[in-house]
């Protein structure tokens, strides 16, 4: 059973940093391509960032520069480091699994992060 666990999310004032993490079980992890997005309150969700399995990593244009994302492997876990963060970014942030060939597809419960004075 695959199950994917984010953890991290809470309020933070305008400005500081958050550090979510996804554990992820029953899966080949290093062979999954981890995704980050997130979901604001009347929007679409949108990918945030991504990492490939040999670390090559891939930003949303709102976040570059201000957030990185890192995995590892034999910790089965992927994390994503925002820093500088603006009350735009406030939103459910998903942890994504998505491997090819065959196509699978998974997804965490969701961390709620709130940026606000």
């Known amino acids: 059973q695959v199950q994917l666990v984010e953890s991290g999310g809470g309020l933070v004032q305008p400005g500081g940093s958050l550090r979510l993490s996804c554990a992820a079980t029953g899966v080949i992890f290093d062979r999954y391509i981890m995704r980050w997005y997130r979901q604001a309150a009347g929007k679409q969700r949108e990918l945030v960032a991504a990492?490939?399995?040999?670390?090559?990593?891939n930003y949303a244009g709102a976040v570059k520069g201000r957030f990185t994302i890192s995995r590892d492997n034999a910790k089965n876990t992927v994390y994503l480091q925002m820093n500088s963060l603006k009350p735009e970014d406030t939103a459910v942030y998903y942890c994504?699994?998505?491997?090819?060939?065959?196509?699978?597809?998974?997804w965490g419960q969701g961390t709620q992060v709130t940026v606000s004075s």
């Open positions: 994504n699994a998505v491997k090819m060939y065959p196509l699978l597809d998974y």
């Open positions: 990492i490939s399995s040999s670390g090559i990593t």
